[in-house]
């Protein structure tokens, strides 16, 4: 089976970095990838890693390990509207089919 | 943004009902995916339709099918529906079939559907 884990909440204060963790054991890896999603909103896509090492992207960075099916997510200056959910995904098959994790929702105070 | 469209937004509905949701990829996209997310399961990948054809398939039911049409617009059909399928049923779009490029989805903004 496909198993993709998270922390379900974290909080974190406005201003600061914050590292969002995401491990997964699943039967195929075509990439790793991760989403933001406001409630109720449709996900927004943030970064994509199908090698191991750092992507970064503005603000944002994402991490992988493939070797220790592991991936981070780093957000730096948080502002309040980076309050949302955050959805890790792993690509499966030919990458296109991406198995989500539950989400992460990351709550900014000031 | 995203380009993505879905219609309707919002559909209210009885038990034992059918309805038709329609998705309208990016332009120049070719893939599109249905995925559902209710609050107890998260995001589920459905099925995928690239240039017309079933290409990949996830956890989709047998009372649910789906099909992609010629000008690349698809349509996901559910039938005899139960309470437990009141979810948000999101669409998205990507340019190819997959997938050794970083070609991400895109999401449109999903529709709500509620069984009463």
């Known amino acids: 089976g496909q198993n993709i884990d998270q922390p379900t909440e974290m909080t974190a204060t406005e201003g600061a970095i914050v590292q969002i963790n995401c491990t997964y054991q699943?039967?195929?890896?075509?990439?790793l990838f991760w989403y933001q999603q406001h409630a109720g909103e449709a996900p927004t896509f943030l970064s994509y890693n199908v090698l191991d090492g750092l992507e970064e992207k503005g603000r944002f960075s994402s991490f992988l390990s493939r070797s220790k099916g592991y991936s981070y997510l780093l957000l730096k200056e948080l502002q309040m509207k980076d309050s949302a959910s955050y959805l890790c995904?792993?690509?499966?098959?030919?990458?296109?089919?991406?198995?989500f994790g539950a989400g992460t929702i990351l709550r900014v105070k000031s | 943004d995203s380009g993505v469209t879905q219609t309707p937004k919002h559909l209210i509905t009885a038990t034992g009902q059918r309805v038709t949701l329609r998705c309208s990829p990016r332009s120049g996209d070719l893939s599109v995916y249905w995925y559902q997310q209710s609050l107890d399961q998260g995001l589920q990948f459905l099925i995928q339709y690239y240039n017309g054809e079933e290409r990949a398939k996830g956890n989709i039911l047998e009372r649910f099918s789906a099909q992609q049409f010629p000008d690349l617009h698809s349509e996901l059909n559910l039938s005899s529906l139960e309470l437990g399928d009141s979810a948000l049923y999101f669409c998205?779009?990507?340019?190819?079939?997959?997938?050794?490029?970083?070609?991400?989805?895109?999401f449109g903004d999903g529709t709500r559907l509620s069984i009463l």
């Open positions: 995904a792993v690509g499966m098959e030919y990458g296109n089919k991406l198995v």
């Open positions: 699943t039967s195929g890896f075509n990439g």
């Open positions: 998205a779009s990507s340019v190819g079939q997959g997938t050794y490029s970083n070609q991400p989805q895109h």
